[in-house]
């Protein structure tokens, strides 16, 4: 697969270059150290997946994903001091975040799932987006989020799951069930709640106060990327 480095700091460039090169069925084809040149190199080598660094000069991170996102798999590069962008990035269409320093197997396999078209999305990013969406749109309201009555128990651990950002197989491995079942149930979660993607879904967990489910099992099992 074909992936398009965007940061505006070589070194960070270099630095997961040097990671992505270690997987066999990964090509780095380009680097870009802002949003313009983001966009003219996405349309010459047209890549699998696209990480987008967010604070870069001439062109923002977020204003580059606005323009990308329907045409490629936009995965953001995040720092723990990123959190102003972040909401943003969702909404300018972002597939998925991954931390900056991240371990370089979750990096691998976060370009990995975007490629397949899955959302990307490490558990302690997910948690500042949706207290963000909160405090952005939820809290602005009076109307109290509350979860429909015919999801399950099982559906509910599945609901929390997500909200803490967990991969389909981490959440077959925690809760001790195959992976086509939490596909499954995911659907049905994401159906129920009547919204498309799992970080919407997350959003309301959060929002309805149900994220506690799974906190006395064993806990995450590492980056999310589902």
Not at 16 to 24: F, N
């Amino acid at each position: 697969m074909k992936v398009l480095i965007v940061d505006d700091h070589a070194t960070v460039r270099m630095g997961i270059r040097l990671v992505l090169q270690a997987a066999v069925d990964v090509k780095v084809v380009g680097e870009a150290g802002d949003g313009r040149s983001a966009i003219s190199m996405a349309r010459a080598l047209n890549p699998d997946v696209i990480l987008m660094d967010l604070r870069m000069p001439r062109l923002d991170g977020i204003e580059a994903t606005k323009v990308l996102h329907e045409s490629y798999r936009v995965v953001v590069l995040t720092t723990f001091d990123d959190d102003q962008y972040l909401f943003g990035a969702l909404q300018a269409g972002a597939h998925g975040f991954l931390l900056k320093s991240a371990e370089p197997e979750a990096i691998i396999m976060g370009v990995r799932a975007a490629a397949r078209g899955e959302s990307v999305l490490d558990p302690q990013v997910t948690s500042r987006i949706v207290a963000q969406a909160l405090t952005s749109e939820a809290r602005a309201s009076d109307t109290e989020c509350t979860l429909p009555d015919d999801l399950t128990g099982r559906e509910r651990e599945v609901l929390d799951g997500l909200a803490q950002g967990l991969s389909n197989p981490q959440l077959a491995q925690l809760l001790g069930i195959g992976q086509s079942t939490v596909k499954s149930h995911v659907s049905q979660v994401l159906a129920k709640l009547g919204v498309s993607t799992r970080l919407q879904a997350a959003k309301i967990a959060y929002a309805a106060g149900a994220t506690s489910s799974l906190d006395k099992k064993d806990g995450p099992v590492g980056p999310g990327t589902p």
